[in-house]
């Protein structure tokens, strides 16, 4: 069956994250250091779980207040998570472009609310009209739970087979191939574009 469909995660692979900016920024209103406040987001209430859908930004916001001693308010919250990006990856667009040229594309992202409202007008000059967004919080699941994938192939409408999954973080990949997908690791565009066309897909 034919490759239809190219899936790319959004941070770090299009979009380039500024995730030390907002952890100090988010440190400079605790009483939290950076390292313990990342090991904070990854407890049950906090980051991972909002990615998931479980906890709404405002519960997250409360949760950093109770456990790490936030006193910005939810405006200054909202402020610094918006924060997040700093721009799309090099050479990301001009890949697009080629790839667009023969193929679907959709985006799959480990995100929550606010930034799936912010990124497709934040970055509006690299999507298109009939792209398609999943992000976990809205399925309920996230990379690499292969949930998420499943979930991800039943909203494009393609098999695993059909589809070519990219990702900068391996064990997403490798999620992706144990289901049956062709998958790539993202190290940087050019990298990126040399694989693919070697493997005949550009």
């Not at 990615?51 to 936030?70: I, K, N, P």
């Not at 967004?133 to 409408?157: C, N, Q, W």
Request: hydrophobic share 40%; proline share 2%.
């Amino acid at each position: 069956m034919s490759t239809t469909w190219f899936l790319f995660d959004l941070g770090n692979t299009i979009i380039k994250l500024a995730y030390e900016r907002v952890l100090g920024a988010i440190c400079a209103e605790s009483t939290k250091s950076r390292d313990e406040l990342v090991e904070l987001l990854e407890e049950p209430g906090a980051y991972r779980d909002m990615e998931r859908g479980a906890v709404s930004f405002y519960e997250l916001y409360e949760f950093l207040c109770d456990h790490a001693g936030y006193n910005g308010s939810i405006r200054d919250f909202h402020r610094a998570w918006s924060d997040f990006f700093d721009g799309t990856m090099p050479g990301i667009e001009e890949l697009l472009e080629r790839v667009r040229q023969r193929y679907n594309v959709a985006f799959l992202s480990n995100s929550n609310e606010i930034h799936a409202e912010l990124i497709p007008r934040q970055f509006a000059t690299i999507f298109e009209k009939n792209d398609i967004f999943v992000f976990s919080h809205r399925i309920k699941a996230a990379k690499p739970d292969p949930d998420f994938y499943r979930r991800a192939l039943e909203t494009v409408g393609a098999t695993a087979d059909q589809t070519i999954f990219i990702d900068d973080l391996l064990e997403n990949v490798l999620a992706a191939r144990d289901l049956g997908m062709r998958a790539f690791q993202f190290n940087d565009a050019r990298t990126l574009t040399i694989e693919l066309e070697a493997e005949g897909l550009l």
